[in-house]
Structure formats: structure tokens, C-alpha cells
């Protein structure tokens, strides 16, 4: 007889109902069928071929420990750490399985194990990143203007960051200047007005979400936002204190209570109830998913509020003055944006009328950016980044990387890719340098009240 | 259509099963060789003629077992002549392209020496026909090998293993064949002079065939009319007549090349003209039966198979040579050697007899399937040489 | 007479391995393949453990070869430790032909994953076995090229898997399964050498061995590359969903057509409840509240193209069809053949797990199993969708249920056995594209008699003779002795 006493299983024993030292719902679990359509799907399996590195692996790894008394290694570490979190598997699943509920949970697990035994200059490090640094706006921007400072004093050593590793070269001149909301003018203006200070009431038409990295990044794409937003003739708010941090990378990271607080944070410092546009794809899917990570009615409702630049932006495009480009531009779009949020027309559509947009034929691969994915896992990251770049060349007809621009709305992405040479670039930016300035401004009074996104209920 | 003739009789599933324990029976009581006969047309292929004296020779039953056209295959006895089954078939509008150069063929015999027709290049090869057979091994079991639908996975695929095995593997006795709607307009065709035929088939979507010789392209179409006449005026080839059946010749060998050294092989064959008058052969030879023209090679474009002809062994051994060159091997076709004479006998196959004039691939395997279906080697001794 | 015969190995067993045998079978593979191309975590193991089916087994080694050479190496690295062997692409086969059996080493191709050559004039391309079924078809269409065969798993499968589970698809009515599309493949014999199958020309001197090799579940060798044919893209190309209130007119609708001298290029069905499912996944369009739908596709030259879409539509509409829909354009026919391939996967939104048997029987006689499969899915209180290939009959009753609830396996069995039999009784087979496997050997002793066994089991013993390649499938235990049949030792469901 086989004895099969001491292989783990990844399968569910039938008839009984385990409880397994993951805080993931068992039901969740066996709701994968293993059928492997999301194998193609997935970055990590794309480039490595390896069950382990795939979404249907990871699931039964994640079986094995729940169900079949595996331990919680540092093999089983490493399959969950491997993962970019891009969902692209999520999204392609025909049984519906939850990948992002899964595999946060895991991470939860992880980072709870890891806790008593991770070596202390990583924990200090992590904590400094995480717990000290991103919920603290001016920390951000001081950490990057020293990165930047660093950058042209070359005192930032090459061989600490992995070769081709994004790297934002930052512009300190952004940085000087903060954002600024719209001003406040007469319901009939159209003049951009002089700045003005104060949290966003419903006196603003959308509130533009800055967050942590991406302001102290991308600033000027921020400011690309605004202009277009305010464009359509809308009024633009910016967060009040404490919408620093929208704590997506602490849910990666398994770091749920921290991500909490900061959820909360957020929520108030965006009070009422305009619309919310984020243009960093990773802050808005964070944001969209508040009211499930924090469970209550007020988060939900906040969720629903929130949306994503384009998606904000789609439905009033007509209101924009555009010149036709004729520039081709390859969409790349950002996981968190196709696979978490779903929304993959509207950047299609506000793009249409000034640039030819065309789509590569790998059904949205994740680039292997992934928040702070390429910094912890720079092969697996470049690999990813290798067979995006050759179907963007692909879509692009072949052009050489220095003759085409390639569309993304989210930071990470952007610098994942600029960093190979690609010339990445946020929708806002396209349809900033595209906008008319001849043209003006579409009057305010028409848009409100706000285009519903539910046809046929009141304001 | 043009073969439309008389239908096959009905054949009961009892009376088959009848036979095949009868053939079983048979070759359970005798020790020396078993052959198989159908309509002895194509006889001497892969390999020398067996002494039917010595032999026990049997015969598959003929006729009709089962035929729905809803299903789209038809059940026969594998001694059913091709002429008969495709006037069964034809009633309902239906067909099953075996395409043997001799209507009177057996359906057992073709499967068994596996040429497939003329109309490859859209329809397939003979070995997509068979679905299911039954069959008599040389220890005298009665075997099923497939099923009767049109899909099937289940096992090993012991039918596409007979297709073309010569009867060294077993007595078919029963067959279910893959068919197909009748297509309402059939015509061959001359493509435009100075364009060559991978050029015309390039301008094509699904032709039955494209074939070349050295009089010109000749391109089957069928299908719908209005879509022929579209192509037509895409292909600029011209129509000549209707039907299925195309050039003929007394073709007397099958080259088989991949398909990516058939230019290469035409034009060693346009250059064997001078060796020994295959070039001439085409205005001497006898027009063989139907409307077609008599050429002396016969390319089939997109598939790789040449139909050559000679007047002595020594053409068809250069041609084996060339063929042989180029990665490909000749098999030796039915009939004498050369035109008829008027008795009937030709020029004798010497040097052509050893069936495929190369070696087989994978001899083991090939050997140990053998054993598997005919231990003790009485199935047609001498055929597919191992 | 049975004196002659040569023993048959193909149900040949191997005892287990000692812990100090696979460390010495693990560092040997290493040393052929590069160290971290051959592995043996226990975790990684049980990853391999299963295909998409339901049996699980368990490996000894798994490895990555990148060549046919590492791939020879690999299996002659097995064998010289009296290891049997199992080649694995993308592990979506629905038989658990990819279960791991007596601790084989199992053989991963998805690092062989590059289309090597592709002729356009002739149309064919060699391939390496890990290449997905879809990305083949990506990699050519700029030349206007598609390969045919196109399983519902196409983004996912292997074409090496295709290739040996002979798989179909839904155009494979019309242009027939993976048999009709390999023209030869390169193979890694059982022996750990290496040679070509078929060829690129037509005809090859002996036996089609192309022809055996290509459905032969990995028990007879390692296929490493592979010349497939490419088909040109059809110049017109229509896809009607037609909506029925009623099953049974939706099977008679299948059989009208083709009785009306109609090969649609694919057919396919779907009942209620698998049609609102893949409608609450995809959005396509589907009728939420149909009976069943027929999904069909002609294609080819647009006169002919034309006329197909008259005659479904009058077969259609005479058998009671409620409308009949013609896809506007290619993002609506894409929708509605997204749903129609997410339907297998779909099915965990009703019940955690599923049974999914594949025979197919004569199309008419569509109607009648189709309503003995719901009879007998009722009589056991089990859950069955069904969503198939109905143009060339092929049922795929998907047995739905939660594995939790206690004697839910007996009842699901006892289902699949009445399905099957039912199949049988009206001149079907077994598996129509999905294979035998581990899973369905069982059956096969009530399609084939002992002797047709015994003929197969020499067909399997002429490639492997001595029982290493991916032992335990396909021929039941014993095929000459009709012994009973039961799953190999150390398989679990
Ligand atoms: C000039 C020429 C061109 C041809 N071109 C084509 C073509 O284009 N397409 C095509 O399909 N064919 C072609 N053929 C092949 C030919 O049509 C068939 O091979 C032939 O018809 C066989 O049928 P038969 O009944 O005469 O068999 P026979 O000549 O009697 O036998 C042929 C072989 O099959 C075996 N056999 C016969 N019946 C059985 C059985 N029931 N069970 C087991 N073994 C059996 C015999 O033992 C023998 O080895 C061509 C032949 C010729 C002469
Ligand atoms: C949702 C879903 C839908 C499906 N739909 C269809 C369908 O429509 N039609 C269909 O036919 N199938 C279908 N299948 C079944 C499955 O996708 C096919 O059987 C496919 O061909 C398997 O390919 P694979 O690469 O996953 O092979 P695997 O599952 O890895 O292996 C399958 C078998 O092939 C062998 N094998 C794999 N690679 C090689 C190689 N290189 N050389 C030799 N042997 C090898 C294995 O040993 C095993 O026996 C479906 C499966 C799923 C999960
Ligand atoms: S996650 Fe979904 S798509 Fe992936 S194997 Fe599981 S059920 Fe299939
Ligand atoms: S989230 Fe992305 S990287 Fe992780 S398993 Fe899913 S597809 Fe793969
Ligand atoms: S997701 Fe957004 S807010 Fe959160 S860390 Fe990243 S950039 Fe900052």
C-alpha cells in the first residue's frame, strides 16, 4: 500500500468541515475548481511555467495548509510572496473565485507569523515604510525630495537598486508646488480662479484623491487632472488632512489593521457627498474596496463615490475641447483598473477623439509593477515586464520602443515601464497636452447637478 | 455524381457478425497465409503478389448495415463496392470522397492500401473516413477498434492504425465511414497561363485541389455556384468540365514529399524529360477513361503527393530517386508497368516490387504492432515489409 | 494462441520509492536539467498531484525541461531509477490523464513554449508542446492563419495535451479534432530516444504511428515538437444564438440542420440554468429565461455562408425556436463565445464541485438521452447542466454538487454510471473528447469486449514495452482478464 500519510492534500476532504489556521472562508477556498483557465492569465505563471507561481497553485498551497496540515513554511511564504496581487487571475475566473480575498488573507497570515520571526533590520525597515513613512504625507515628499536630491548628487549607490528596478526620477521643482484646488467663483464662471484652502464640501464637483506616493511622484500628473477636470467645467476639491495614504500596500502586505486606520483616516477627510476621483488606479481600487475592508455602511457608501479618472471623466467627454492628435497610443492598462475595478472603456473613450488607441493581445497581463512587487521581487517583476513590453511592440506594429507612447493610468505601472525605456505616459497628461486653449472652458452651470450614475434617481 | 450507379444492397448486422465468425473460424482452422480481396484493383501495392493458391482467401461481405443521413455516416460491409456505396449516399445527397481510381474498388480495399483521392487538400485524407471497424486479427479475434459517432476519444485509435495497413493487420469486415452533404456544383478548372499553382492556390480560400503537370494548373472547386464564379474571376481560372473527377492518367507511382520540396520535385521531374521520355510518355499514352487529359506526373499542391507515370521501371526508379532526394518516397501504384499491350500485359515491375523502396520508420514499433494484431505473421505475408 | 502473445505491460506497477532512492533520483535529474529544474518540495509535489479532474495521485519528482534532449534526459533519468514517467502540459485534462501514478516522474513542457517556424504557404507550424492553444492561434492571425481546434480551455491548454487527448472544440464539427490537424510530431520514446511520428508529407512507408500517438493520453512518449496545420481565416463568418422554450425542440433543431445538408463550422448547446450562469459572468446577451440555446457558426465563402444562415433559420424557426439572432458584429459574436467557453468554469458559482462526463451519441437520438440525463440526474437528487457539442453529439452532463454533503459521491456515481449506459444503449461511446484517463478507465469494459482491449493493450505495448509512460491509464487493469476494476492504489477522489 501507498502510504500517502505525509502528503499534504489540496483537496478538500469531503464531508467534514476544517477549520485551518488561514483566516480565509473555507467556502472561498473550495470554490476553485481547478480548471486553470486563469493559468494564461497570470504574470508569474506566464514567465515561469511553475505551478507554484500560479494562481491555481496558490490556491491549492493554500488548501494544503488549510486543509491538508501543511505548514506555513518559508516554501509556502515564498508561493504566496511570489504573487503580484495583479488579479488578473480574479477577473478571468469563470467560477468567480475570490483570488484577492484569498490571497490577502494569506498574506494576513503571513505577516502575522512573520512578526516573531523575520529578521529585525527587515521588520525595522518595513516599519519604518509602512507604519512611519506612507501615512505621513510630508514624510513622503521629504523621503522623495531626498531621493531626488539623491538621484542628482548620485549619491543614490546603483547597486542598491536592482538593475532595471523603477526608480521615479522625481522633480523637485513639482514639489515646491503643492496642488490647489479650484477657487470658488460665481456659478456662471469659467475662470480658473486663484487658489483656495479647506476641505471639500459639496460646494466641489469631485474631489481629486492625491495620496501618498503618487503625489510626491507624479504631482505634475495631478495637476494634468485638474486641468481637465476643471475643463468640463467642473469645480475641484482636494482631500482635507489625513487622505494621505489609502493603505493598498498594507492589505497587500497582509498589514489589514494598519490599512484599516488609514481607511478611516480617508474617509474623513473627504466628507460629503461629491464624487471622489482618483487617478492613481491602485489608490482608486483601494478606495472602491473601503466599504468591504472596513464592512460598514458609512465605508460603503464612500465606496460608491469613488471613481476612477476616467471613469469619472468618460460620461462628460463630449464637454471637453480637444485637438485631434492623430498620435497612436497602446493602452496598457493597469491591473487594478481591468481586473479590480473593471473598467477598461471609459480611458478608450475619453482618449478617442484626440489620439488612435490601440490594445495588445495578451488580455491585460499584469507588467509585474505591482506596488512594491518590483522592488521585492525583481526577477519575477522584470521577467513580467519583458513580455509586456514585447506585446506593446507587438500592438504598436512592431515600432521600436522610442517611436510609440504607451497609456497607463497608475504611478506604478508607469514607472515599471518608463524604467525599461517605454514611454509611459497617464491618460490625464495625453488629454491635458491634447486640450484646446483656444477653447473655452465649459460652463459650470451645466454640470451640475452631477450626471448620475443611476439613471433615473433624484439628486 | 458522376458515378451514380446502382445502390448497395441491404446487409443485416446478423448476417455480418455471421461472416466475420465465419472468417474467424476459418482462419482458426487453417495455419497458412490469410488475404484479404476486395476488388483486386490495386493488388500490387507494398509489396510482392501473394500466391493466392497457397493462401486462404477471404472476402468481406457487401452491402448496406446502417444509414441515417441525419447522423452523417454510413455502416457497410468492407466488401461494398465504392460505386455502390456512393449511389447510396448520393440519394441522400450525401458523399464519401474515397475517390479510388477504380470505382469498382472495394471500400475495405481502399481503406486498407490508404491512398487518399484527389480532393485531399480540402476534405482530408482517407484516414479521417473510418470512424469504426470491425475486423478479424490474424489469431482470429474479432475485434471493434473506434466507435460509430462522429467524435470519439475512447482508446487507442486502432482505426487510423488500419488505414493503410494493407490487410497485415486484420480482415476488415465492417466499416462506419464519415460523410458529408453533397456539394451542389463540382468543376475542375485551367488556371491562368504563366501563373503557377502555389500562386493560384494562394488566391483561393478552400479549393478541393489545385494539381499541376506539365500541360498547366487544374484547380477543383465545389460549393455554392455564386462562390465558384467569385472565385473564378479572383483565380482567373477557366472551367473545363464538371464533376469531381479530374486528370487521369495510368498512373503507375505515388510520390509522397513534404510538402515544402514539391517545387523542387516538379521541376526534377520537368527535368527527368530527357532520361527516359516521361515528358513523351504524355502524348504517347493511351488517354485513360473519363474527360481528363493523359500527363505523365501529376502534382497535388498543398498536399505533396505526385502521381507519376513511365514507360519502363527504369522512369519510375529515377523518380523514386528524386523522390528519395528530396526527403519523400515513391510507392509503387496498381497495374502493370507501362501502357497495356493488347493482351493486357505490360513491362514487369522489376526493382519495384519491395512495396515502399525505403526503409520503414520505427521498424520496433511497427513490428510490435504487427505482433500484436497477427502473431504469428499469416496476414497478407510479404506486405508493408518489416 | 494466446502463447504468441507478448505480455502485456500496460498495467505494469511500481512500488514505491525509499526517501534515500528519490534523493538519488532528485540529484540525478538535477544534474540533467540544472538543479532547479527538477524538484521535489512536498508542497510543489502536491501541486502535481491533480489535474483539472478529480483523482489525485502523487509524484516523485517534478521537472522542467527546456529541450527535447532534457526531455530524453529526463525520461532515461527515470528510468535507470526504475521510475515510471508522466509528460504534463498545462494540467486542464478533465480525466485525471496528468494524475501521477505510482510516483512517476512528472515531466512539465510549459517552459517549452516558443512557436518555432511557421510556413504561411504551406500553412503548417512547428511547435513546442507547452505552446497554449490560444497563443498558437494569436501567433499567427496577422498572417490571416488560425489553428482549428479550439477546446473550451484553448487560453490555458497545452497544444502537447491537445495532442494527446486527440481534444476538440466546438469548430472541430466542421473541421475536425487535433487527429486531423497534427501532421508529425516529434516524440521521446519510452526508451528515451527521440524520434519523428507523420512527416510533413502526406503519406508515410508503414503504419500511421502519427495517427496512433495522437490520443494516446502520454502513454506512449513525450511529444516535443509538433507540426500542426494552420487553416486560413474564412472570408465570411456568422454566428446565430437560437432561443428555444423547450429542449427537446432545441435537439431536434440540431438534427434538422444537418439532416438538411448543413455542416455548420460549430453547434453548440446550453440548457436553463448554464445559460443564465455564463449570462451572469459574460453579459453576452443570453436569454435568462430559455429553455436552451443553440449556438451556431457557419463560415466560408458568403454565398454559402448566406444560405446556411436561411437554412437554420428555417429549421430553426419550424422546430419552435422563439428568435434567431445573428451576431452584428465581432465584439458581439466574441460575448457570446466567451460565455459558451466559460461554461465549464463557471458552474463552482452553483456548487463546489462537479462531475463532468463526455460520451457522445448519435445526434438523433439527442433528444430522447437528453431526457433520460435529466430522468436519471433527478432520480438521484443530483444537480446536471448541460452544455455541449450537440452538432456531433457529444454530451458533456456536468454533475453538480458540494462534496461536504454526506453520500453525495455515491449518488454522483451512481449518475455517471446510468449516463453512461445510457450512452452505450443507443450506439454512443465513452468520452467524445476529454479521454479516459484515470478516471474512466472503469468504463471502458462496457464499449469494448476483452478482445478489443487485448488489441489495444498490444498498441500500447508495441510503443512502451515495458509500462513506463504514464502507467495506469487509459486500458482498464488486466485488459485481457475482465477482472474487476477499481482505482489504482494510492489514487484518491
Ligand atoms: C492508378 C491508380 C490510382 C489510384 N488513386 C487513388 C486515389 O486517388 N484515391 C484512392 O483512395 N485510391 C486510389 N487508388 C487506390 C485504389 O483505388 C484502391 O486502393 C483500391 O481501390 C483498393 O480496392 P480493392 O477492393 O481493389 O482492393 P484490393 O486491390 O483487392 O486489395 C488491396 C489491398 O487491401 C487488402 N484488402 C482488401 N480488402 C480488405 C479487407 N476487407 N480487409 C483487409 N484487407 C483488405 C488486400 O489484401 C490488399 O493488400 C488508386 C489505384 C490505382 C490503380
Ligand atoms: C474548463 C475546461 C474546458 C475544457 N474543454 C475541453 C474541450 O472543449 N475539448 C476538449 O477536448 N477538452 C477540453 N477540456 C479538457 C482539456 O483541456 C484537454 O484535455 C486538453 O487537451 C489538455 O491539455 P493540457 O495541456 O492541459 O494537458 P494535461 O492536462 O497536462 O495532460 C493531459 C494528458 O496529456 C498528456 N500530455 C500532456 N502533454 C504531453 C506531451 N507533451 N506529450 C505526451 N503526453 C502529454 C498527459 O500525460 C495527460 O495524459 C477542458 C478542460 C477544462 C478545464
Ligand atoms: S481560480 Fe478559477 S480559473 Fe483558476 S483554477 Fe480555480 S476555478 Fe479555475
Ligand atoms: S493576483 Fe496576479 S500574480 Fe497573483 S495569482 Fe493572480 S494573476 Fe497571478
Ligand atoms: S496606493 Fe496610492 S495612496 Fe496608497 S501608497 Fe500607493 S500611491 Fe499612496
Known amino acids: 500500500m501507498t502510504a500517502l500519510d505525509s502528503v499534504p ?54 488548501r494544503a495548509v488549510q486543509f491538508g496540515g501543511a505548514p506555513i513554511d518559508t516554501v509556502f511564504e515564498r508561493y504566496m510572496e511570489e504573487c503580484i496581487q495583479c488579479r488578473g487571475c480574479e477577473a478571468a475566473c469563470p467560477s468567480q473565485v475570490p483570488y484577492g480575498r484569498l490571497i490577502e488573507g494569506a498574506r494576513q497570515a503571513l505577516h502575522e507569523r512573520r512578526s516573531h520571526d523575520r529578521r529585525r533590520r527587515r521588520r525595522l525597515a518595513e516599519w519604518l515604510g509602512y507604519t512611519v513613512i506612507l501615512p505621513r504625507h510630508r514624510l513622503v515628499i521629504a523621503a522623495t525630495w531626498l531621493l531626488g536630491l539623491g538621484q542628482r548628487l548620485r549619491l543614490v549607490p546603483r547597486r542598491l537598486v536592482p ?24 456659478p456662471s464662471g469659467a475662470s480658473s480662479g486663484g487658489p483656495s484652502t479647506g476641505n471639500p464640501t459639496n460646494a466641489f464637483d469631485a474631489v481629486l484623491f492625491t495620496g501618498c506616493v503618487m503625489d510626491a511622484w507624479q504631482r505634475g500628473t495631478h495637476r494634468s487632472a485638474i486641468t481637465v477636470m476643471e475643463s468640463t467645467g467642473a469645480m475641484v476639491g482636494l482631500p482635507g488632512p489625513g487622505g494621505d495614504c489609502c493603505g493598498a500596500l498594507h492589505v497587500h502586505a497582509g498589514r489589514t489593521a494598519e490599512a484599516r486606520r488609514l481607511a478611516e483616516r480617508v474617509i474623513a477627510s473627504m466628507p460629503g457627498d461629491a464624487p ?46 480637444v485637438r485631434d492628435t492623430h498620435e497612436r497610443v497602446v493602452v496598457a492598462d493597469p491591473c487594478h483598473l481591468r481586473h479590480v475595478q473593471r473598467q477598461t472603456t471609459p480611458v478608450r473613450s475619453i482618449l478617442a477623439a484626440s489620439h488612435r488607441t490601440v490594445d495588445t493581445d495578451d488580455d491585460g497581463l499584469c507588467c509585474g509593477a505591482g506596488g512594491a512587487y518590483n522592488a521585492l521581487q525583481p526577477d519575477l517583476a522584470l521577467a513580467a515586464r519583458e513580455r ?3 506585446a506593446l511592440q507587438r500592438a504598436a506594429g512592431g515600432a521600436a520602443l522610442t517611436d510609440f507612447r504607451v497609456v497607463s493610468a497608475n504611478p506604478g505601472c508607469l514607472m515599471h515601464l518608463m524604467a525599461a525605456g517605454v514611454r509611459a505616459v497617464h491618460p490625464a497628461d495625453l488629454l491635458a497636452e491634447a486640450l484646446d486653449p483656444e477653447h473655452p472652458r465649459w460652463p459650470r452651470d451645466a454640470i451640475r447637478p452631477e450626471p448620475s450614475r443611476h439613471p433615473g434617481s433624484t439628486p | 455524381m458522376t458515378r451514380v450507379g446502382a445502390v448497395a444492397p441491404a446487409l443485416s448486422a446478423a448476417e455480418v457478425a455471421e461472416r466475420a465468425r465465419e472468417i474467424a473460424a476459418s482462419i482458426g482452422s487453417s495455419h497458412g497465409p490469410v488475404v484479404a480481396v476486395g476488388a483486386q484493383t490495386h493488388w500490387e501495392v507494398g509489396g510482392p503478389v501473394p500466391d493466392l493458391e497457397e493462401a486462404l482467401v477471404v472476402r468481406a461481405p457487401s452491402g448496406i448495415v446502417a444509414y441515417d443521413p441525419a447522423e452523417l455516416t454510413i455502416t457497410c460491409g468492407a466488401g461494398t463496392p465504392v460505386a455502390m456505396l456512393d449511389a447510396t449516399l448520393a440519394e441522400a445527397g450525401q458523399e464519401c470522397p474515397l475517390d479510388p481510381a477504380d470505382p469498382a474498388a472495394t471500400v475495405g480495399g481502399v481503406l486498407m492500401a490508404g491512398l487518399s483521392g484527389r480532393r485531399r487538400l480540402r476534405w482530408g485524407p482517407l484516414r479521417e473516413r473510418l470512424l469504426e471497424a470491425r475486423f478479424v486479427t490474424g489469431d482470429g479475434r474479432i475485434v471493434k477498434g473506434g466507435g460509430p459517432t462522429v467524435k470519439n476519444v475512447t482508446g487507442f485509435d486502432v482505426c487510423r492504425l488500419l488505414v493503410g495497413s494493407l490487410g497485415t493487420l486484420g480482415v476488415a469486415v465492417q466499416v462506419t465511414l464519415r460523410c458529408q452533404p ?19 492556390r494562394r488566391r483561393l480560400f478552400n479549393p478541393s485541389c489545385v494539381a499541376s503537370d506539365t500541360q498547366g494548373v487544374h484547380v477543383l472547386f465545389e460549393g455554392h455556384a455564386d462562390d465558384i464564379d467569385a472565385e473564378l474571376a479572383v483565380s482567373g481560372c477557366t472551367p473545363v468540365v464538371a464533376g469531381p473527377i479530374g486528370p487521369q492518367g495510368p498512373w503507375r507511382g505515388r510520390i509522397s514529399v513534404p510538402v515544402t520540396a514539391l517545387r523542387a520535385v516538379v521541376d ?6 530527357g532520361l527516359d521520355g516521361l515528358g513523351a510518355l504524355a502524348t504517347s499514352m493511351v488517354p485513360a477513361a473519363g474527360d481528363g487529359v493523359t500527363v505523365a506526373w501529376l502534382a497535388e499542391w498543398g498536399v505533396g503527393t505526385v502521381h507519376v507515370a513511365s514507360l519502363s521501371a527504369e522512369g519510375l526508379l529515377a523518380a523514386r530517386a528524386l523522390a528519395q532526394a528530396h526527403g519523400g518516397w515513391l510507392l509503387r501504384e496498381a497495374g502493370r508497368l507501362g501502357p497495356a499491350g493488347p493482351d493486357g500485359a505490360g513491362p514487369s515491375g522489376v526493382g519495384l516490387d519491395d512495396g515502399f523502396g525505403v526503409g520503414l520508420p520505427d521498424p520496433q514499433i511497427q513490428r510490435r504492432l504487427k505482433m500484436a494484431f497477427d502473431p504469428a505473421g499469416r496476414l497478407n505475408p510479404g506486405r508493408i515489409p518489416l | ?14 512500488a514505491s520509492p525509499s526517501d534515500a532512492e528519490l534523493t538519488r533520483l532528485v540529484a540525478d535529474l538535477g544534474v540533467a536539467l540544472g538543479p532547479d529544474r527538477a524538484r521535489s518540495d512536498p508542497l510543489e509535489l502536491a501541486l502535481y498531484a491533480r489535474d483539472a479532474g478529480v483523482a489525485s495521485g502523487r509524484a516523485a519528482a517534478v521537472c522542467f525541461p527546456r529541450t527535447t534532449a532534457e526531455v530524453a534526459a529526463a525520461v532515461q533519468t527515470a528510468r535507470r531509477h526504475g521510475r515510471p514517467f508522466l509528460g504534463r502540459g498545462s494540467g486542464t485534462g478533465l480525466a485525471g490523464g496528468a494524475t501521477p501514478v505510482d510516483d512517476p516522474v512528472v515531466i512539465v513542457t510549459t517552459q517549452m513554449n516558443r512557436v518555432l517556424e511557421v510556413d504561411v504557404d504551406e500553412r503548417f507550424a512547428w511547435v513546442e508542446p507547452g505552446v497554449l492553444n490560444l497563443d498558437l492561434t494569436r501567433a499567427v492571425a496577422h498572417l490571416g492563419l488560425h489553428y482549428a481546434p479550439d477546446p473550451s480551455s484553448q487560453q490555458a491548454c497545452s497544444i502537447g495535451g491537445n495532442v494527446a487527448t486527440n481534444a476538440g472544440g466546438p469548430h472541430c464539427l466542421l473541421y475536425g479534432t487535433t487527429q486531423a490537424h497534427v501532421l508529425a510530431a516529434e516524440v521521446v520514446l519510452p526508451d528515451g530516444t527521440v524520434t519523428v511520428l507523420g512527416g510533413l508529407s502526406p503519406d508515410q512507408p508503414g503504419y500511421d504511428l502519427r495517427g496512433v500517438f495522437v490520443g494516446s493520453e502520454g502513454t506512449m512518449g513525450i511529444a516535443t515538437r509538433i507540426a500542426v496545420r494552420l487553416m486560413p481565416d474564412p472570408p465570411a463568418l456568422r454566428t446565430l444564438l437560437l432561443d428555444f422554450t423547450d429542449v427537446d425542440a432545441a435537439a431536434a433543431t440540431v438534427s434538422g440542420i444537418i439532416a438538411d445538408g448543413l455542416v ?73 463565445w466567451k460565455g459558451r467557453k466559460s461554461a465549464f468554469g463557471a458552474i463552482a458559482r452553483i456548487a463546489p464541485n462537479y462531475y463532468l462526463h463526455d460520451t457522445v451519441v448519435p445526434r438523433t437520438r439527442l433528444v430522447e438521452v437528453l431526457r433520460g440525463v435529466y430522468a436519471i440526474a433527478d432520480e438521484q437528487r443530483i444537480k446536471v447542466l448541460n452544455v455541449f457539442h450537440a452538432g456531433d453529439g457529444n454530451l458533456h452532463p456536468l454533475l453538480v454538487f458540494d462534496g461536504r454533503e454526506p453520500g453525495v459521491m455515491e449518488r454522483v456515481h451512481a449518475a455517471g454510471d446510468a449516463i453512461i449506459e445510457l450512452s452505450l444503449s443507443v450506439g454512443g461511446v465513452l468520452s467524445g473528447e476529454h479521454g479516459i484517463g484515470l478516471e474512466k478507465r472503469a468504463y471502458m469494459r462496457s464499449q469494448f469486449s476483452p478482445d478489443d482491449l487485448h488489441v489495444q493493450a498490444g498498441m500500447r505495448d508495441a510503443f512502451d514495452p515495458d509500462g513506463f509512460s504514464n502507467p495506469h491509464k487509459v486500458l482498464p487493469a488486466g485488459s485481457r482478464c475482465g477482472d474487476v476494476q477499481s482505482l489504482p492504489e494510492g489514487v484518491w477522489v
Not at chain 1, 32 to 42: K, S
Not at chain 1, 46 to 52: A, K
Not at chain 1, 164 to 186: D, F, K, N, Y
Request: proline letters at 7%; aromatic letters at 4%; glycine letters at 8%.
Open chain 1, 276 to 321: 471622489i476621483v482618483v487617478d492613481s488606479a491602485g489608490c482608486g481600487a483601494a478606495l472602491k474596496d473601503y466599504g468591504h475592508l472596513l464592512g460598514s455602511p458609512e465605508a460603503r457608501a464612500f465606496s460608491e463615490r469613488v471613481h476612477d479618472f476616467a471613469e469619472w471623466l468618460a460620461p462628460r467627454v463630449d464637454r471637453l475641447a
Open chain 1, 388 to 390: 509586456k513590453i514585447a
Open chain 3, 1 to 14: 494462441m494466446d502463447a504468441t502473445v507478448p505480455d502485456h505491460r500496460a498495467d505494469r506497477s511500481f
Open chain 2, 268 to 273: 526534377g521531374l520537368d527535368g527527368l524529360d
Open chain 3, 264 to 336: 455548420p463550422a460549430a453547434l453548440e448547446m446550453m440548457d436553463a440554468d448554464i445559460t443564465r450562469m455564463v449570462e451572469d459572468f459574460v453579459g453576452a446577451g443570453y436569454p435568462r429565461d430559455a429553455a436552451a440555446v443553440l449556438l451556431v457558426e457557419v463560415d466560408g465563402l458568403t454565398h454559402g455562408v448566406d444560405d446556411a444562415i436561411e437554412i437554420i433559420r428555417r429549421v430553426g424557426t419550424a422546430n419552435g425556436a422563439r428568435t434567431v439572432r445573428v451576431a452584428a458584429d465581432a465584439t458581439e459574436r466574441n460575448l457570446l
Open chain 2, 182 to 200: 453533397r456539394q451542389s456544383v463540382a468543376l475542375w478548372t485551367v488556371g491562368p497561363t504563366g501563373v503557377s499553382a502555389a500562386d493560384v
Open chain 1, 9 to 62: 492534500t489540496t483537496q478538500r476532504p469531503m464531508g467534514v468541515a476544517p477549520q485551518g489556521p488561514l483566516d480565509i472562508s473555507d467556502d472561498d477556498l473550495v470554490s476553485c475548481v481547478a480548471c486553470g483557465l486563469c493559468l494564461p492569465h497570470c504574470p508569474t505563471y506566464r514567465v515561469t511555467g511553475l505551478e507554484t507561481s500560479s494562481p491555481r497553485g496558490r490556491i491549492a498551497a493554500m
Open chain 1, 163 to 186: 538593475r532595471g528596478v523603477a526608480l521615479p526620477l522625481v522633480s523637485l521643482t513639482e514639489l515646491r508646488h503643492p496642488l490647489q484646488p479650484t477657487a470658488p467663483t460665481a
